[in-house]
């Protein structure tokens, strides 16, 4: 049943707060000149506390999550969300603090993000950290200015950024806010960088590589300490995007790798829930050469305490307005505390275990063209599923009915209607050989009754949404008696 | 292990389900100078016991503004936040979700940003809202970039009286792309008109104004976009507080092409200023440009009523390098607590909050300014947040007062408004308090 819009459900001065007398006699048309007050009254509806809870309570039931079932979606490690991280929702000494309040009262903050930075430069073998990007992409983009003031300040313009076609669509469209060409190379037949390839590419117009690591077919890419030599010789910067981190926690740090920029997605590998798109964090880590470009202020700590550093060398300003996600960071600082390092070697032990277990267990009806160093994910090929006219989305979209999340899917773009698939490490064995049965009795479907799959999902909310009539009709805000 | 739920048995039977004996097995590919042979130099795991009272520890070293009276604004305000706010943007149906993907089993998500969109337009006066950007400043910086793509003029106007962090955030987003930027300066609180009307040319591709600016002062909107829109390609940007359009004309009815602002004050609490998220509004002729998500409403195969993720073909994950920007997670669960709280609220309560607040805003400014001393630094008319200049300098009036129990306000004599502080006043707070603080400035200046 669809839910009305809570505009629907406004009723003339029902009202759903209580506010405490103002006590001062005041007139606001007394205070202002006439024509800059406002006349209409915006249509903010009008319910009761009741009302308020029953909608969204009512509406969140139509979501999926990961406290209801399996989430697989590819490149997003949507691991379980420990419940200890959300003490900071209810500490005042964490939600109730201003930024720019005075930094000797915000000394225990500044302390956990001190920790922070810490073991992130550990967990990466960075020299050193900035957690100011809120999000992947702007940790993508705070990297990718680096690389552009860098060069800058040789006093060069270098106008290439080197990716391979598998990249995710944000390295790209960062490489593109700072009008840098991208240059894109193919894959070789193991899925990873072609060395020769990106040889031909290389020279002295070339300002950095960006590359996943392992990559978004789950593929470590053997070579990054080649690659990175090779990068290195014409003083281009090597980035990582860290989405799959997870993979390598405990074993293998980017900075070891040769990387000179790393972005950290803590709402991916550290556990902080992803809140339905947001907020997540997307702190870097960067290696000696360019530490003196971070964002400021990064926190330092002195005889007389924690403080707030603002004179780097080279950095290229601010890129938040304040310090980042700090309720994000508390979050990650806890997980990280709890686990150790015994605690984030077991998740990257588990989240390879398990991506390679389903793998197995998918294979061979779900061909896997890429399965060499397989690492936390794997993406499988529906291409042989259009025999009987199932496309990869109609596999997805039945996935819904048997109560699974759909894997990410048509990403990467170099596999062929691609299904790529993250169990991450805290998934029971129990709910892999669940989920792959259901896959195989989908495979199966799709055989004997592909309409099952054409008209799915069924047993959801809703049945498939018309996204062309979404665009056609575009009605992206409620249109009252208009 | 923690949050692992495979026992060791069932490893080794993956294991050897996989084919292999070992996890290192699963690595064999990898340069074996690659994997660390030692664990990582980390403390010993902590338990959940112990966590939580080291947390809560380190977090009393802190000082809070609930333990204070705050005066502390700037884009940040110590606004008051409903407790079913927390609620529902606690349930896990909303908070462990990812990005609404699979349009199907999100229509939570979906359907709650719709509704987030239309609360936006209806307080900007605006045609669509995105379904939120990471804060006030990257959403003023992707406005810039919006109207760079759009008209490919090279010169940029931006009020000099914009958050000193934002102007920050803009030169950090924009430089890579060689605008030219002019800073409009101020005279008594507000933007030189003369100054914008000399500056405007045809190579202008935007003017950024905020209003309330980061004195406080509410813009003449309306003089300003007359100068702006002489120009016609060029774009005239507002960035605003969202509380302050319950009293004041939107600027969507100044004809803007972009409002934007921080959204933090909509039920949000402080963070130590993340996560915060920004607003993105704009006109329809410019709805195919906005950077980030936007929901749609449409059918299902039943005819039924469904929402979706919609014009994603200005996204990255599907146009790449030709996308709008390189946004992709938001701050969805922010926008969530926004939208609770405007409807909780509703059209009486956002008033009253802002009418409060902008009271109590006044009468404090009038009492602090008959104190010895004490001048207000412009004459222009303000909302809830006001700049006076002390007669002493204003960051002693801070420690002294943090003795007292205050947060008395900002020292904004770095950014260059000289010997002047910075008061922010929220429903929050009451006459009483308002009167005690007052009291206490008058002696604390006595006693110098």
Redesign the interface.
């Given at each position: 049943?669809?839910?009305k819009?809570?505009?629907e459900k406004s009723v003339p001065n029902?009202?759903?707060?209580t506010?405490?007398k103002?006590?001062?006699e005041?007139k606001?048309n007394s205070?202002?000149?006439e024509?800059?007050?406002?006349k209409d009254?915006?249509?903010?509806?009008?319910?009761s506390?009741l009302d308020?809870?029953r909608?969204?309570?009512e509406?969140?039931?139509?979501?999926?999550?990961?406290?209801?079932g399996f989430?697989p979606?590819g490149s997003?490690t949507?691991?379980?969300?420990?419940k200890?991280n959300?003490?900071?929702?209810i500490?005042?000494?964490?939600?109730?603090?201003?930024?720019?309040?005075?930094e000797d009262?915000?000394?225990?903050?500044l302390?956990?993000m001190y920790d922070l930075q810490n073991?992130l430069k550990?967990?990466s073998g960075m020299s050193a950290v900035s957690l100011q990007p809120?999000?992947?992409?702007?940790g993508?983009?705070t990297g990718v200015?680096i690389i552009?003031n860098y060069h800058k300040n040789k006093g060069q313009y270098r106008s290439k950024i080197i990716m391979p076609d598998s990249s995710?669509?944000?390295n790209?469209?960062?490489?593109?806010?700072?009008?840098m060409e991208?240059v894109e190379i193919k894959s070789n037949a193991q899925g990873k960088v072609d060395i020769d390839t990106l040889k031909e590419v290389l020279d002295d117009d070339v300002a950095g590589f960006m590359l996943t690591n392992p990559n978004t077919l789950g593929v470590?890419e053997?070579e990054?300490?080649e690659i990175a030599d090779l990068i290195h010789s014409v003083d281009a910067l090597m980035y990582m995007d860290g989405a799959n981190l997870n993979a390598m926690l405990?074993?293998?740090?980017p900075g070891?790798?040769g990387f000179d920029i790393v972005h950290f997605n803590l709402?991916k590998t550290f556990?902080t829930?992803?809140?339905?798109?947001?907020?997540?964090a997307?702190g870097i880590g960067v290696s000696d050469k360019v530490k003196d470009y971070l964002?400021v202020p990064i926190v330092k700590h002195s005889e007389d305490g924690f403080y707030l550093e603002y004179n780097l060398k080279h950095t290229?300003?601010?890129?938040?307005?304040?310090?980042?996600?700090?309720?994000?960071m508390?979050r990650a600082?806890?997980y990280?505390?709890?686990?150790?390092?015994?605690?984030?070697?077991?998740?990257a032990?588990?989240a390879?275990?398990?991506a390679?277990?389903l793998m197995?267990?998918l294979l061979p009806e779900y061909p896997v063209p890429y399965q060499?160093?397989?690492?936390h994910e794997f993406v499988a090929c529906g291409e042989k599923f259009k025999e009987y006219d199932v496309k990869t989305l109609d596999i997805?979209?039945r996935l819904?009915d048997y109560g699974y999340?759909?894997p990410?899917i048509y990403?990467p773009l170099i596999v062929h209607e691609a299904l790529m698939i993250e169990p991450t490490?805290?998934?029971?064995?129990e709910?892999l050989d669940s989920f792959a049965e259901v896959m195989h009795k989908i495979a199966d479907e799709a055989k004997r009754n592909p309409e099952l799959l054409k008209?799915a999902?069924q047993k959801?909310?809703?049945?498939?949404?018309?996204?062309t009539?979404?665009?056609k009709?575009?009605?992206?805000?409620?249109p009252f008696n208009e | 292990m923690p949050f692992i739920s495979n026992t060791d048995e069932q490893r080794l039977q993956m294991l050897k389900d996989i084919g292999v004996t070992s996890f290192k097995d699963l690595l064999s590919g990898i340069p074996e100078d690659l994997v660390l042979t030692e664990p990582l130099h980390l403390n010993e795991p902590l338990s959940e016991l112990e966590i939580t009272r080291r947390v809560k520890e380190i977090s009393s070293r802190n000082i809070n503004t609930s333990e204070v009276v705050s005066f502390l604004g700037a884009g940040i305000y110590d606004h008051f936040v409903p407790a079913a706010v927390g609620y529902v943007i606690g349930r896990p149906e909303f908070y462990s979700a990812y990005t609404p993907y699979q349009a199907e089993v999100s229509q939570g998500t979906l359907q709650f940003i719709y509704e987030y969109q239309t609360l936006i337009c209806e307080l900007t006066g605006m045609d669509a809202s995105n379904a939120s950007m990471y804060d006030g400043a990257t959403a003023c910086a992707e406005a810039i970039l919006l109207a760079l793509r759009h008209n490919k003029k090279k010169k940029v106007l931006i009020s000099s009286l914009l958050h000193p962090h934002y102007k920050e955030v803009i030169e950090t987003y924009i430089t890579p792309l060689e605008p030219e930027i002019v800073y409009i300066p101020q005279k008594n609180g507000r933007i030189d008109l003369e100054v914008l009307q000399k500056e405007m040319s045809d190579d202008v591709s935007a003017a950024l104004i905020p209003s309330p600016n980061f004195l406080g002062v509410i813009e003449d909107l309306e003089s300003i976009e007359t100068i702006i829109h002489e120009n016609k390609r060029a774009l005239f940007i507002v960035s605003t507080d969202p509380l302050s359009l319950m009293l004041f004309n939107p600027p969507g009815k100044y004809n803007a092409d972009v409002v934007v602002g921080e959204g933090q004050v909509l039920g949000n609490k402080q963070n130590l200023g993340g996560p915060l998220f920004g607003f993105f509004a704009v006109n329809q002729k410019l709805v195919r440009k906005m950077p980030g998500r936007i929901v749609g409403a449409t059918v299902d195969t039943n005819g039924q009523k469904g929402y979706v993720l919609t014009l994603q073909a200005r996204e990255q994950h599907i146009r790449r390098d030709k996308a709008t920007s390189n946004i992709c997670t938001n701050q969805s669960l922010c926008a969530l607590a926004a939208t609770v709280y405007m409807v909780l609220m509703g059209k009486r309560g956002l008033r009253a909050v802002a009418e409060q607040s902008t009271i109590k805003a006044h009468y404090l400014h009038d009492r602090i300014c008959q104190l010895d001393g004490f001048e207000p630094a412009n004459t222009s008319p303000f909302f809830k947040e006001f700049a006076v200049q002390t007669p002493i300098p204003p960051d002693k009036i801070i420690s002294k007062m943090k003795k007292k129990g205050y947060f008395a306000g900002i020292d904004i004599s770095k950014y260059g408004y000289d010997n002047q502080l910075l008061i922010a006043v929220t429903e929050k707070r009451s006459k009483a308090e308002l009167d005690a603080f007052v009291h206490e400035l008058e002696n604390m200046v006595k006693e110098v």
């Amino acid at each position: 049943m669809a839910t009305k819009t809570i505009f629907e459900k406004s009723v003339p001065n029902r009202k759903g707060y209580t506010l405490p007398k103002c006590k001062i006699e005041m007139k606001i048309n007394s205070l202002f000149p006439e024509k800059l007050l406002r006349k209409d009254i915006p249509r903010i509806p009008e319910v009761s506390e009741l009302d308020t809870l029953r909608h969204y309570i009512e509406i969140s039931d139509k979501n999926h999550f990961i406290e209801k079932g399996f989430y697989p979606l590819g490149s997003c490690t949507m691991k379980y969300n420990p419940k200890i991280n959300d003490i900071v929702n209810i500490i005042e000494g964490c939600t109730d603090l201003h930024p720019m309040q005075p930094e000797d009262t915000i000394q225990g903050a500044l302390e956990i993000m001190y920790d922070l930075q810490n073991d992130l430069k550990e967990i990466s073998g960075m020299s050193a950290v900035s957690l100011q990007p809120v999000a992947g992409a702007h940790g993508e983009f705070t990297g990718v200015n680096i690389i552009y003031n860098y060069h800058k300040n040789k006093g060069q313009y270098r106008s290439k950024i080197i990716m391979p076609d598998s990249s995710h669509g944000t390295n790209p469209a960062t490489s593109a806010l700072h009008g840098m060409e991208v240059v894109e190379i193919k894959s070789n037949a193991q899925g990873k960088v072609d060395i020769d390839t990106l040889k031909e590419v290389l020279d002295d117009d070339v300002a950095g590589f960006m590359l996943t690591n392992p990559n978004t077919l789950g593929v470590f890419e053997t070579e990054v300490k080649e690659i990175a030599d090779l990068i290195h010789s014409v003083d281009a910067l090597m980035y990582m995007d860290g989405a799959n981190l997870n993979a390598m926690l405990g074993y293998i740090r980017p900075g070891d790798m040769g990387f000179d920029i790393v972005h950290f997605n803590l709402h991916k590998t550290f556990s902080t829930p992803h809140g339905g798109g947001g907020p997540g964090a997307g702190g870097i880590g960067v290696s000696d050469k360019v530490k003196d470009y971070l964002p400021v202020p990064i926190v330092k700590h002195s005889e007389d305490g924690f403080y707030l550093e603002y004179n780097l060398k080279h950095t290229i300003g601010r890129v938040h307005s304040f310090f980042g996600n700090f309720a994000v960071m508390v979050r990650a600082y806890i997980y990280i505390k709890m686990l150790g390092s015994i605690g984030l070697r077991r998740v990257a032990e588990n989240a390879v275990i398990n991506a390679n277990y389903l793998m197995k267990k998918l294979l061979p009806e779900y061909p896997v063209p890429y399965q060499n160093n397989i690492m936390h994910e794997f993406v499988a090929c529906g291409e042989k599923f259009k025999e009987y006219d199932v496309k990869t989305l109609d596999i997805a979209k039945r996935l819904l009915d048997y109560g699974y999340h759909a894997p990410t899917i048509y990403f990467p773009l170099i596999v062929h209607e691609a299904l790529m698939i993250e169990p991450t490490e805290t998934e029971s064995k129990e709910t892999l050989d669940s989920f792959a049965e259901v896959m195989h009795k989908i495979a199966d479907e799709a055989k004997r009754n592909p309409e099952l799959l054409k008209n799915a999902p069924q047993k959801t909310p809703v049945t498939r949404l018309d996204e062309t009539n979404a665009i056609k009709n575009l009605n992206i805000k409620y249109p009252f008696n208009e | 292990m923690p949050f692992i739920s495979n026992t060791d048995e069932q490893r080794l039977q993956m294991l050897k389900d996989i084919g292999v004996t070992s996890f290192k097995d699963l690595l064999s590919g990898i340069p074996e100078d690659l994997v660390l042979t030692e664990p990582l130099h980390l403390n010993e795991p902590l338990s959940e016991l112990e966590i939580t009272r080291r947390v809560k520890e380190i977090s009393s070293r802190n000082i809070n503004t609930s333990e204070v009276v705050s005066f502390l604004g700037a884009g940040i305000y110590d606004h008051f936040v409903p407790a079913a706010v927390g609620y529902v943007i606690g349930r896990p149906e909303f908070y462990s979700a990812y990005t609404p993907y699979q349009a199907e089993v999100s229509q939570g998500t979906l359907q709650f940003i719709y509704e987030y969109q239309t609360l936006i337009c209806e307080l900007t006066g605006m045609d669509a809202s995105n379904a939120s950007m990471y804060d006030g400043a990257t959403a003023c910086a992707e406005a810039i970039l919006l109207a760079l793509r759009h008209n490919k003029k090279k010169k940029v106007l931006i009020s000099s009286l914009l958050h000193p962090h934002y102007k920050e955030v803009i030169e950090t987003y924009i430089t890579p792309l060689e605008p030219e930027i002019v800073y409009i300066p101020q005279k008594n609180g507000r933007i030189d008109l003369e100054v914008l009307q000399k500056e405007m040319s045809d190579d202008v591709s935007a003017a950024l104004i905020p209003s309330p600016n980061f004195l406080g002062v509410i813009e003449d909107l309306e003089s300003i976009e007359t100068i702006i829109h002489e120009n016609k390609r060029a774009l005239f940007i507002v960035s605003t507080d969202p509380l302050s359009l319950m009293l004041f004309n939107p600027p969507g009815k100044y004809n803007a092409d972009v409002v934007v602002g921080e959204g933090q004050v909509l039920g949000n609490k402080q963070n130590l200023g993340g996560p915060l998220f920004g607003f993105f509004a704009v006109n329809q002729k410019l709805v195919r440009k906005m950077p980030g998500r936007i929901v749609g409403a449409t059918v299902d195969t039943n005819g039924q009523k469904g929402y979706v993720l919609t014009l994603q073909a200005r996204e990255q994950h599907i146009r790449r390098d030709k996308a709008t920007s390189n946004i992709c997670t938001n701050q969805s669960l922010c926008a969530l607590a926004a939208t609770v709280y405007m409807v909780l609220m509703g059209k009486r309560g956002l008033r009253a909050v802002a009418e409060q607040s902008t009271i109590k805003a006044h009468y404090l400014h009038d009492r602090i300014c008959q104190l010895d001393g004490f001048e207000p630094a412009n004459t222009s008319p303000f909302f809830k947040e006001f700049a006076v200049q002390t007669p002493i300098p204003p960051d002693k009036i801070i420690s002294k007062m943090k003795k007292k129990g205050y947060f008395a306000g900002i020292d904004i004599s770095k950014y260059g408004y000289d010997n002047q502080l910075l008061i922010a006043v929220t429903e929050k707070r009451s006459k009483a308090e308002l009167d005690a603080f007052v009291h206490e400035l008058e002696n604390m200046v006595k006693e110098v």
